[in-house]
């Protein structure tokens, strides 16, 4: 039986996302044809209408693209972002990204909510990144998103889960795929990432800025699949004292 999900009208088999950014037609296809990717995301925000044909002339047609409101400091600019997208032809698909720190790339989770209810209420497929706060989180479900998506750590830095503890609540008490987003930059951390429990993995620095990307798109696949099994596999008990021996101690002797 294959393990597939769904977002939206849509189902996948793949639980690897190809985060925008670092784009370059090598990652592109790593991304699709060693990491297995059946979803990239697209920024508008700062390209032109060239530049996006340009990006698009390398996504296959049957991946799914989610357009992302990268650069918008307000809920009136990203719902701005995503609709011009979608009268580009870009699908109903949509990555809210709404950041005013521009140091850290944080996300402002209260505009961040109020983006979702406008673009949920027009039918849009609404994925908003967000800081992991179980309340916003609870408030973004109700308001109509698709999915969750909080940071594991600020974007680029390929840090890991850095907010994990917190990563956790929100895949324990939030009926919605959690797509564990920004900071994960080895295949190790995407790997318990999915242990815990995750919907998938959205990256990018972290396949870019390999010595060999092909090879680490791999990784990446090989490590999501893994993380994912042994979710499924529900992971045997841990002893918080003491030990419990696999083998008998004095039997031998005895």
């Known amino acids: 039986m294959k393990d597939t999900w769904t977002l939206g009208d849509k189902t996948f088999e793949s639980r690897f996302i190809l985060g925008s950014g670092k784009y370059a037609p090598e990652l592109i296809d790593a991304a699709i044809t060693h990491a297995g990717a059946e979803m990239i995301t697209v920024a508008l925000r700062r390209a032109n209408t060239a530049d ?16 992302n409101t990268s650069g918008a400091r307000n809920a009136d600019e990203a719902v701005r972002i995503a609709r011009l997208a979608k009268e ?14 521009s140091k850290y790339l944080l996300p402002d989770n209260e505009q961040t909510l109020v983006a979702t209810k406008i673009l949920a209420d027009e039918g849009f497929v609404v994925m908003p ?3 992991p706060d179980l309340n916003y989180a609870r408030d973004m479900a109700s308001a109509g998103a698709a999915a969750i998506m909080p940071l594991a750590s600020p974007i680029g830095s390929n840090k890991g889960l850095a907010t994990k503890a917190f990563i956790q609540i929100l895949i324990d008490e939030i009926d919605l795929p959690i ?27 972290g396949i870019a800025t390999a010595g060999d990307i092909p090879m680490m798109a791999r990784a990446f696949k090989l490590a999501i699949e893994g993380g994912r099994m042994g979710y499924l596999a529900k992971p045997g008990r841990i002893l918080d004292k003491g030990a419990d021996p696999s083998s008998p101690l004095r039997d031998f002797f005895d």
């Open 179 to 205: 797509i564990v987003d920004a900071g994960i930059g080895r295949p190790s951390q995407a790997a318990e990432a999915m242990e815990m429990g995750a919907a998938a993995i959205m990256a990018n620095t």
């Open 129 to 131: 990144y967000m800081y």
């Open 88 to 101: 580009m032809g870009c699908g109903n698909f949509v990555k809210i990204e709404i950041m005013r720190d």
């Open 52 to 67: 996006v044909t340009n990006i698009l002339e390398f996504i296959p047609k049957n991946i799914t693209l989610i357009p």
